[in-house]
């Protein structure tokens, strides 16, 4: 169960109990017409399928809040479907199943560090850095000559994600690679 809260004291990125599940505000905007009273207009973001909602609130109404604690946990390795963390503080193992992981699976190498969201010990989200430094397993060899400028070549890396990078990029090489998005940033 989570902690009352008035529909006031909203705040971006406060997380939500409500009947259809954990929902993040995104935004919300108190509105206060002439006649009838005050209200709160949200957008949430499921955090199971990340969909968007618009929900409207009355002023002062109350609605449970979900208290979220954040554990930075080191990646130690994979297990079938699932991913096993370390709690970098009490050493306690965890596992976590690649669907709740999303996209962040693909640039988790054994050893890493990520942020673990969790809500009654159970892992509501995962939050890798901003850019993480990966190495090309493979790629086809840059051509002499070849040069045209923004010119992009596939390369898979060793977590086994492909990605487009430039053609100077060279099998063996270690690139950063922007998590939010999956592009290539820069050599590392």
Same mark, same amino acid.
């Given at each position: 169960m989570g902690v009352?809260?008035?529909?006031?004291?909203? #705040?971006?990125?406060?997380?939500?109990?409500?009947?259809?599940?954990?929902?993040? /505000?995104?935004?919300f905007q108190h +509105? #206060?017409?002439? #006649?009838?009273?005050a209200f709160v207009r949200t957008k949430l973001k499921n955090l199971k399928t990340g969909a968007v909602i618009d929900r409207t609130y009355r002023g002062d109404e109350k609605v449970d809040q979900? /208290? /979220?604690? #954040?554990?930075?946990m080191q990646f130690l390795y994979r297990e079938?479907?699932?991913? /096993?963390?370390?709690?970098?503080?009490?050493?306690?193992?965890?596992?976590v199943p690649s669907i709740q992981l999303g996209l962040a699976a693909q640039f988790l190498k054994e050893g890493d560090t990520a942020s673990i969201s969790m809500y009654n010990d159970v892992v +509501?989200?995962? %939050?890798?850095?901003?850019? +993480? %430094?990966?190495t090309v397993a493979i790629t086809e060899p840059g051509i002499q000559g070849d040069r045209v400028s923004g010119a992009r070549k596939p390369a898979t890396l060793e977590t086994g994600i492909v990605l487009q990078v430039p053609l100077f990029i060279e099998q063996g090489e270690r690139i950063k690679v922007d998590t939010?998005?999956?592009e290539y940033i820069t050599r590392a």
């Open positions: 009352p809260t008035s529909s006031n004291d909203f #705040k971006n990125g406060m997380t939500l109990e409500l009947p259809d599940g954990l929902f993040s /505000i995104v935004e +509105v #206060k017409p002439g #006649k009838g009273g979900a /208290i /979220i604690e #954040k554990r930075d079938a479907a699932d991913y /096993i963390f370390m709690d970098n503080l009490s050493y306690d193992q965890i596992q +509501v989200g995962v %939050e890798l850095p901003a850019a +993480v %430094e990966l939010r998005t999956g």
